[in-house]
């Protein structure tokens, strides 16, 4: 398995990550979503502070878990972002 060196935006911050090549999709797409969902919580709640997003976010991502399918895809995301989180700790570490 090789690793690939992938930068990704999240809350106007790049981030570079070593992924392995078949989670690369899975980790941009968790990205975007990340990104989405606090352009979604800026518009609705009218906070500016990136911080005070992510917060939120976590929050949200924590505690709305769904139902049958809706659980299952929550797991998977929460799964995703955990490992996200844990290749930007990595990666802010070595600078």
């Avoid at 919580?41 to 939120?56: C, I, N, W, Y």
């Avoid at 399918?69 to 989180?85: D, G, R, V, Y």
Wanted: proline share 1%.
């Amino acid at each position: 398995m090789s690793e690939l060196s992938i930068k990704v935006n999240i809350a106007n911050r790049v981030y570079p990550l070593s992924v392995k090549m078949e989670e690369e999709e899975e980790v941009r797409k968790a990205a975007a979503y990340i990104n989405q969902r606090l352009k979604e919580l800026e518009g609705s709640f009218g906070v500016k502070d990136k911080l005070d997003l992510l917060a939120m976010l976590a929050i949200e991502l924590t505690t709305d878990k769904g139902h049958g399918a809706e659980e299952l895809a929550f797991e998977k995301a929460e799964s995703q972002i955990h490992s996200l989180i844990e290749r930007i700790d990595t990666a802010l570490a070595s600078e």
